[in-house]
Nanobody, 118 residues
Framework: QVQLVESGGGSVQPGGSLRLSCAASGSIFRVNAMAWYRRAPGKERELVAAITRSGSSNYADSVKGRFTISRDNAKNTVYLQMNSLKPDDTAVYYC????????????WGQGTQVTVSS
């Protein structure tokens, strides 16, 4: 059984920063790609940022230059540093990971709320 546990969400004023963490645990052989998605009220889920095991990353245009994704392979953990937050960033953020046990499956975290409001 594999679990992804997110932390670091909360409420912040526009222009503020938050750092999300997501740790994978369980019977893990290897973790490949990891990513952050978000779902804002009334909108579809969207990819925010993704990172390969070797560290290559890509971002949604709306967060480029403000968000940074990183990972610690030894800890099976992915991070999302969010700076210059805007009200439009308000959403539930979900962690996603491709995990080998060694059978490969896609796993999701439970979600963490990020609210940007003055």
């Amino acid at each position: 059984q594999v679990q992804l546990v997110e932390s670091g969400g909360g409420s912040v004023q526009p222009g503020g920063s938050l750092r999300l963490s997501c740790a994978a645990s369980g019977s893990i052989f290897r973790v490949n790609a990891m990513a952050w998605y978000r779902r804002a009220p009334g909108k579809e889920r969207e990819l925010v940022a993704a990172i390969t095991r070797s560290g290559s990353s890509n971002y949604a245009d709306s967060v480029k230059g403000r968000f940074t994704i990183s990972r610690d392979n030894a800890k099976n953990t992915v991070y999302l540093q969010m700076n210059s937050l805007k009200p439009d960033d308000t959403a539930v953020y979900y962690c996603n990971a491709e995990v080998g046990t060694p059978r490969w499956n896609d796993y999701w975290g439970q979600g963490t709320q990020v609210t940007v409001s003055s």
